[in-house]
């Protein structure tokens, strides 16, 4: 027993010693693990996406009819007068899949302009912190990219216009918000929303286990938080 107890002293006395605190990492460390744990996410979001059925099949990020045009078309679902409706929902929903690699690079060169003031906020910051930096930086661009491709897309479907047309009248009556009355701009802005959910509950997951991180900079970096 007498032997037991300074091991398990040394023990501890070691833990402590490996045990690392942010104040402990280089900046170029606390940086590069943020970049890389990024660079992660927004691979992920696209790789999950970006595919056929990518928002289709996810129940949460499946893209609907928005506000009372929503629950208008599910009434018509329900009464056999739905075909339209799903008809234009399918193409909306494969528009945004057809969007979404068009991303990746853009969102890879925001995290590369990442300065190391940006990182040190970024981790003394909240669960989504890192999430937030990069659709601050990168969201517009993004939308620039994704609205031609969603057009396309949606413009195919003969009742683009005419959801155009119902929907500024909704609007007008307050049934849906402004963003909403035009429709590749509403599946633009589902799609950029759907994207930087999968980055933040990426990146929620990183600093909840950083084993789960692809780098061991950046388990290093999140372990420290």
């Not at 007498?2 to 040394?10: D, I, K, Q, S």
């Not at 970049?35 to 990518?54: E, I, Y």
Request: proline share 4%; glycine share 8%; hydrophobic share 45%.
């Amino acid at each position: 027993m007498r032997r037991l107890v300074p091991l398990l002293a040394g023990l501890m006395l070691s833990a402590n010693a490996l045990a690392l605190s942010l104040a402990d990492l280089t900046q170029q460390d606390a940086s590069g693990g943020l970049k890389d744990t990024l660079s992660q996410g927004a691979q992920l979001a696209v790789q999950q996406l970006g595919r056929p059925g990518g928002f289709s099949n996810d129940p949460e990020r499946r893209i609907e009819l928005p506000g009372k045009l929503g629950k208008i078309a599910q009434t018509m679902k329900m009464m056999g007068m739905g075909s339209q409706v799903e008809q234009l929902e399918t193409r909306m929903n494969q528009a945004a899949e057809a969007a979404v690699p068009q991303a990746q690079a853009l969102l890879l060169d925001a995290v590369r302009r990442m300065t190391v003031t940006d990182a040190k906020e970024i981790l003394a910051g909240p669960q989504d912190a890192a999430t937030q930096y990069l659709d601050r930086s990168s969201r517009e661009q993004i939308r620039t990219r994704f609205l031609p491709i969603v057009k396309q897309a949606t413009d195919q479907v003969g009742l683009a216009q005419k959801y155009n047309a119902f929907a500024a009248q909704a609007a007008s009556f307050g049934a849906i918000d402004a963003k909403s009355a035009n429709l590749e701009g509403y599946v633009t802005d589902q799609a950029l929303d759907g994207l930087f959910e999968v980055i933040a509950a990426e990146e929620a997951k990183i600093r909840e286990n950083p084993a789960t991180a692809a780098t061991s900079l950046a388990k290093k970096v999140f372990g420290a938080l």
